[in-house]
């Protein structure tokens, strides 16, 4: 009973909230000011009556996913290969301060031109993530301390063990903390590419004709659908990073 009074409370403040939504909605009584749940839940069934529905669905969740992937192995590989060899540290130090200091907005007018508009999203969630992971990897492989590599080299530890047993466990605080930030701006950057780029298919595509035509409705149904599917891939992601943070000390014991 205790362990269910966390989940009741939750779901009572998500009800204040769509409660309130709702009146609010009926005391505007403005359909292009504001659409309340009720609204929006029709709007959003609308919607999936559509042949086209899951294809659009599909297209920009494959497309923020591959770049999201892409960049998380990038960020991981150029981390260990920063941390490994200095020069590469330095070499990589400008272009991850560069990826962080320069506007989004400029990001997508330079790759309009680059990359066109269907594959946009793709490299603008790529260059938005890279430098989390980038200096996660870093960080967390730069955390530990040297006491544990002396340990290491005293008992003879392989490269790979060494990296099993002290390395990992160092570098995956680091990288699951940034991992939850770098999935809700791989979301956030994706969408926008797509709204100011409008690929065919995409939600972003059906936002902006949404904003166009004034249906506030289906402004709120495809943000809705956004937040769904941001959420089941950063469950699904975030549980197969944590299976690479249990504990593996059992093996060190049976070899170096």
Known sequence: MNQAKPKIRKALIVLFWLVVWE??????????????PVHVTEALVNQMK????????G???????????????????????????HF?????????SLLKTVPM???????????????????????????MIYTSTLSGMESVPQEMLEMADTYHL???RKFLYIYRPAVMPYLISNTKVSLGMSWKSGIMAEVIGT?????GRELYQAKSFLQTADLFAW??????????????????????????????VHGR
């Open 158 to 160: 392989s490269k790979w």
């Open 23 to 36: 009146l609010a909605d009926r005391i505007i009584h403005n359909g292009l000011v504001l659409s309340g």
């Open 223 to 252: 943000t809705i659908v956004v937040i769904v599917l941001s959420l089941l891939f950063e469950v699904e992601f975030l549980n197969l990073i944590r299976l690479f943070n249990k504990p593996m000390g059992r093996g060190i």
């Open 105 to 131: 907005v400029s990001f997508v007018i330079m790759l309009l031109i680059w990359v066109g508009n269907q594959a946009l999203t793709i490299y603008l969630s790529f260059l938005i993530v890279l430098p």
């Open 199 to 203: 690929p065919e298919p995409s939600i």
């Open 88 to 96: 590469m540290k330095d070499l990589l130090a400008p272009i991850m």
């Open 50 to 57: 559509k042949g086209d529905f899951w294809v659009i669905c």
């Open 59 to 85: 297209a920009s969740f494959g497309r923020i996913v591959l770049g999201f992937l892409l960049s998380f192995l990038a960020g991981f590989l150029l981390g260990l290969l920063a941390y490994r060899f």
